[in-house]
């Protein structure tokens, strides 16, 4: 069975740095792509920044520049460093792994979800 466990959400004023982390922990073979997804109140989950086995990664729009997603592969870690927080930032972050079994082939897991706010 394979757990996500988050850690670093937090209240921080605009202009202020978090860094979120989540590990996942479990008899892991292989996890295609890590990622960290946010919803805020009254809005649908959308995806932040994602960053595949090979290092590639993506970022939503309204973070590049801000965002840096990055990973410690052989502690199936992926990290999440936000710089130039802005209000719009505040929601819930999510952290999804894409896994692979030889069994059932690609899973999706998702963390338990971190509040991060940002606010004066």
């Known amino acids: 069975q394979v757990q996500l466990v988050e850690s670093g959400g937090g209240l921080v004023q605009p202009g202020g740095s978090l860094r979120l982390s989540c590990a996942a922990s479990g008899s892991i073979v292989k996890i295609n792509y890590m990622g960290w997804y946010r919803q805020a109140p009254g809005k649908q989950r959308e995806l932040v920044a994602r960053i595949t086995s090979g290092g590639s990664t993506n970022y939503a729009d309204s973070v590049k520049g801000r965002f840096t997603i990055s990973s410690d592969n052989a502690k199936n870690t992926v990290y999440l460093q936000m710089n130039s927080l802005k209000p719009e930032d505040t929601a819930v972050y999510y952290c999804?792994?894409?896994?692979?079994?030889?069994?059932?082939?690609?899973?999706?897991?998702w963390g338990q979800g971190t509040q991060v706010t940002v606010s004066s």
């Open positions: 999804n792994d894409n896994i692979y079994w030889w069994s059932t082939g690609s899973v999706d897991y």
